[in-house]
């Protein structure tokens, strides 16, 4: 079974640029988060997906980031524009098929992103 | 305020040695209480939930709902245990994860 998949791994943008990043999740889960971890801290929600709808977004910094999951499949999180303080590791997390109780999250490898 | 605290950002014990690594956490309802791990170049991924009341890799962790705590133990330390670890809660049936600061152990030879 194929992993949650993210991309860029990688990414240096300037102040006030826009950012893209990418996740693919397990086949078949319904849930699907977006976390940002700054270093020295632990991983925090950004937004939450059921299916293609949302859950929770209340730490989603609405003036700058953007997340949607068209088809309750993909999703894309956005920064736009970005600042220095966003520069973090975004993790994409999935998990939740059906009939699966175990409450496990399965995270993708991460994109961190560094903001000059 | 939901919260989870885990106390030390790192924790070196010798190879052989007892590891317990702290954790506690506030929520006004009824928590399910997780530990993750990160090994070296290695995504993010569960050790052990504590419903499941298992032991994994030689770690267990019981929940004490009196003293809100949901401490990692394993008896001897293994050089392959060094990793990054997350103590996380969930509200039960909310799906929404909280993680703690992480805790860095070194395991050393």
């Known amino acids: 079974e194929a992993g949650v998949a993210q991309s860029p791994r990688y990414k240096i943008i300037e102040k006030r640029q826009s950012v893209a990043f990418w996740c693919n999740p397990i086949s078949g889960h319904a849930t699907l988060y977006w976390y940002q971890q700054i270093l020295g801290q632990g991983p925090k929600l950004l937004i939450q997906f059921q299916n293609n709808g949302v859950v929770d977004d209340s730490q989603l910094p609405k003036d700058r980031f953007s997340a949607e999951r068209l088809k309750g499949v993909d999703s894309t999180l956005k920064i736009q524009p970005a600042k220095l303080e966003d520069s973090a590791v975004y993790l994409c997390?999935?998990?939740?098929?059906?009939?699966?109780?175990?409450?496990?999250?399965?995270f993708g490898e991460g994109s961190r992103l560094t903001v000059l | 305020a939901q919260r989870v605290t885990q106390p030390e950002k790192l924790l070196s014990v010798f190879k052989g040695a007892p590891v317990e690594l702290k954790c506690n956490y506030s929520?006004?309802?009824?928590?399910?209480l997780f530990w993750y791990v990160q090994y070296s170049r290695q995504r993010l991924q569960l050790l052990l939930r504590h419903i499941s009341r298992e032991s994994i890799k030689g770690f267990t962790a019981d929940l004490n709902k009196g003293e809100t705590s949901f401490h990692l133990k394993k008896p001897f330390a293994q050089e392959e245990d060094s990793a990054m670890y997350y103590c996380?809660?969930?509200?039960?049936?909310?799906?929404?994860?909280?993680f703690g600061t992480g805790t860095r152990l070194k395991v050393l030879a």
């Open positions: 996380a809660l969930s509200g039960l049936g909310t799906y929404k994860y909280i």
């Open positions: 929520y006004s309802g009824s928590p399910e």
């Open positions: 997390a999935s998990s939740f098929k059906a009939g699966d109780s175990t409450g496990e999250l399965f």
